[in-house]
DNA sequence: CTAGAACCTGACACCAATGTCAGATTCAAG
DNA sequence: CTTGAATCTGACATTGGTGTCAGGTTCTAG
């Protein structure tokens, strides 16, 4: 597919599906006249992509996650290596952090919105 | 307490105590030369508005919704109005869907680690 | 009184993903 | 072939919280 569908598939803008492969985390097939063309794959990998920012990864240690990540279509995965693990595990801790402090934040809300609504 | 020692215990920069100061969402007294003198309830203050930035919020809302919350203080708290409720009610929303984002990055992140593990 | 630590204001820089625009090229349908 | 939609590259702007520096003032222990 081309990349016009594949942001309205993945709701990602067109600019920022060119920003994922400037970066290497996307690779695309190439049009004779240069245009990119996705496989199905694609879809998801982007989606991934997306969860992986949310989670306040860096591009930098996303292109280095995504081949080790067994994709939706099986593929081969690489191995992580012993210092990248590292890196995930920090990650990992952080992210049970970030976790921990959105449900205080959204209990929070909820006490606002709860006293608001009673009397 | 002066803005050093507040800065120490809630692990945030003076620089950002005085962001949120000019943002409305910190007050201080002064003393008669100029410099900032916080209650002891600002510690909890600024621990909230770190754990409602990391959830996603803006200053302007977490502004409105700071004096709807129920301080530990026990301070009387404001009701918030019918139209706050309305976007606080998306932001919780979104928090969730942040938190399920989440849970899959870090069940991607288990999954690449454990991989890596056992051979 | 004094020295050094702490604080003040204001300004500029940064980050990293994304928005946006311009001008040129390619694609696909008629 | 033509034409309009889609895509290309490259450049500049934005965002919002934070870092950092400069130059000056205040505080406090001795």
Redesign the interface.
């Known amino acids: 597919m081309r990349i016009g569908e594949l942001a309205r598939r993945t709701n990602v803008s067109e600019r920022s599906l060119r920003y994922y492969e400037k970066q290497g985390m996307l690779t695309a097939e190439r049009t004779p006249g240069g245009h990119r063309e996705y496989p199905e794959a694609a879809v998801d990998r982007v989606i ?1 992509i997306q ?2 920012f ?2 306040g ?1 860096c591009s930098e240690k996303i292109v280095q ?1 995504l081949p ?3 994709d939706t279509d099986g593929g081969p ?1 690489v ?4 210092n ?2 590292t890196e ?2 920090a ?2 801790a952080r ?2 952090r ?2 921990a ?6 209990d ?6 709860e ?3 009673v009397p």
Chains 1, 2 share one sequence.
């Open positions: 991934r969860e992986l949310a989670a990864l996650l080790c990540m067994r995965s191995r992580a290596t012993p990248l693990v995930l595990t990650e990992r992210i049970d970030m976790i402090d959105l449900i205080r934040s959204r929070t809300l909820d006490e606002v919105i006293a608001a609504r």
